[in-house]
């Protein structure tokens, strides 16, 4: 039978999804439930000194109004609660837009309405909400999960100033948003000290024991239910305080209460990219081996709240460069905390990626020749070679196809009408994670097989390819496979971050799908009425739902399962590791002569993500994260207004986001799909996040190649081109 594990097998949820039978986390009818919605902070910093709520309570259908005064004392939970304070338990006010109390109502609208009434009095003070208004230098934070923020390897400074060639240059990009279309939501039903929540959550088990800890309570008493999510990109991997106080206001009147924030609320309540600069100086021999690699960066912190989420990885692992100096900085500011954003490597990777590009300027080197020259088949920091890196086929296959190899040598050199074209590239390389999780597969009576296991999918095909590993273990077709995932009272699975879903989840849910069927055979040959009665169970095969062994004797999960008289139980378990995955981007910009505006027109891609679980979802993932990398590129940024702390474009209309007209007409996506032999993941690595990494800097490199303008600063929009 041909593996379905590989195939482009469309999603298994996709009728569910289209049809409107997904039930997303507002979606879930919850008998009495009430309405919340949050009043948030108007100031930045100070202190919280009245709130008259009369009006908003006489407003009709308002059940209660509220405060700090009214809610119960909460537990400061540890990661991934990630705000390092829990609003609505004092008086003090961190950021705009901060909780200072909840209005609950009959419907939605009226809490809406209502919210608007509550009036609130402030003790203002001037906040600093971006980096030029830092009250002081930057500062090293402590190690954020064991992750140092400054590495040493070898002496950058020495190398440095002994180089043949240096580059410096300093980078910057913006605040960025996450804007999932599905705004962050939570339904919260007490009943006695046990909790039901229906969450926005990227991780069930994680959001479960964070909320146990702030109530106190033990994590069996904390269900969390989340089947579907419309979007994630790492905001609804932390738990956010919105759950917390929903739940807390629950408990408080004895009612259901389902809220759903606005879309601007996540704008100050889920967290975000932070604003960020770099300072990359690069030594080389004239010939183009780096020499030294050195990036100091500055990130936005909050008052509260000092984990550094975009890292530095790619300077530490992608090249061969004996002297490195990784050194990752902050400064406290009075904005809401930061967090993971799809891909975190990203806003260092650009830095890197286009120091080499002005590097190999410099050298008079293809850039693509550049990076060659400094391949690494060896961890540079342990020293020991890496099982499975096909990063090199990488580079000949997309360059093959994108025709890098007629690229122009000069800056401006090519113009088609009122459009100079240019060519840029860029390495790609993601940490992926990986975490323990447990699956148990069960046969039915029926002969069909449930899956159980509290993953998620969000929105990358998680449901599909973990039912095609089934079908294959199992040698059941696709249709009689279902997969029940995301809720706690399955067996518990790690977080869907860092592009671990696949990497934590494939190994016990292949353990346990064999284990199901090998329990069956065992069955079948045990069992006098059977065919198969007396064979060796080594010796069975199955395929299409049927036990075969030779030509003729052959049996089917129903019949056997059935005479049984009971369901059979497979479960799997077993380690998960991290790793590193990689690829290369080559993009193709068109620059207006006298407007500005840039399209991207053509993009090629090439990835090593070890073996390739569906190509269908991996080519998802491609297209996904080369829109999110034009955006990320040419247009999204969140402005803060500096006298007041708030974000003055909180919405769609004016945060602008890549829609389908801005992505390019032309993208190949091309896969190396060699299975990684130290994979536990049936060769594959975690890939999701890999195709976002590389873009920015090759739309960066690219309109440098058009127009001779060197842009540092993200996003490159018009008037930095005019």
Known sequence: MTSLVGRPVARV???????????????NPVPGALHGFLVTSEVAKGELTGIDTAAALAHPGVVAVLTHQDLPRLTMPAFPYLKGFIPMQGTTIHHAGQPVAVVVAETVEQAHEAARLVA??????RPRAVLDDASGPPYLPPPFRNRPNE????????????????????????????????????????????????????????????????????????RVVAPYLGGGFGAKGPV??????????????????????????????????????????IGATRAGKLTALLNTSTAQLSATEESIFNSSESTRFLYDCPNVLVRQEGVRLDVATSSYMRSPETTAHFGLETGLDELSWELGLDPLELRRRNHTE???????????KHLLQCYDMASKEFGWSRRKPKPGMTRDGSEYVGWGMASEMHTFGAMPSTASVTVGLDGKAVLRIATQD???????????????????????????????????????????????????????????????????????????????????ETRHGLLVHGQERRDSYRAVVGRAGKPVEGTGSG???????????????????????????????????????????????????????IGYALMEHTVYDRNTGRVVNPNLSTYLVPVCADAPPRLEALFVDEPDPGSTALGARGFGETPITGVPAAIGNAIYHATGRRVRDLPITQDKLL
């Open 13 to 27: 949820d996709g009728r569910a999804k289209v049809t409107g039978a997904a039930r997303y986390a507002a979606d």
């Open 120 to 125: 609130v009095r402030y003790r203002a003070e």
């Open 378 to 388: 060896v961890n540079q920091e342990t020293g020991q070679r890496y099982g499975s």
């Open 151 to 222: 590495i040493v390897r070898g002496d950058a400074q020495a190398a440095l100033a002994q180089a043949e060639v240096r580059v410096e240059a300093r980078y910057s990009s913006a605040t960025r948003h996450h804007n999932p279309i599905e705004p962050h939501a939570t339904t919260a039903l007490w009943d006695g000290d046990r909790l039901t929540l229906h969450e926005t959550a990227q991780g069930v088990n994680v959001t479960q024991a964070t909320v146990a800890a702030a109530f106190g309570l033990p994590p069996a008493n904390v």
């Open 240 to 281: 956010w305080p919105h759950t917390l106080i929903n739940a807390a206001a629950a408990r408080v009147l004895g009612r259901p209460i389902r809220l759903v924030l606005s879309r601007a609320q996540m704008y100050t309540l889920t967290g975000h990219r932070s604003e960020f600069r770099q300072h990359v100086r």
């Open 458 to 540: 969000i929105g990358t095909g998680t449901y599909t390819i973990i039912s095609q590993i089934v079908a294959d273990a199992t040698g059941l077709p696709l249709d009689d496979v279902r997969a029940t995932i995301g809720d706690t009272v399955l067996p518990a699975a790690g977080l869907s971050a860092a592009s671990a879903t696949i990497a934590s989840v494939s190994g016990p849910v292949d353990r346990a799908a064999r284990a199901a069927r090998d329990a069956v055979v065992a069955l079948a040959v045990a069992d006098r009425r059977s065919p198969l009665f007396g064979v060796p169970a080594g010796e069975v």
């Open 575 to 629: 380690p998960n590791l991290p790793g590193l995955s990689y690829g290369v981007v080559f993009a193709e910009v068109r620059v207006h002569a006298r407007l500005g505006s840039v399209r991207v027109t053509r993009v090629v891609t090439a990835h090593d993500i070890g073996r390739v679980m569906n190509r269908r979802t991996a080519r998802g993932q491609v297209l996904g994260g080369v829109t999110w990398g």
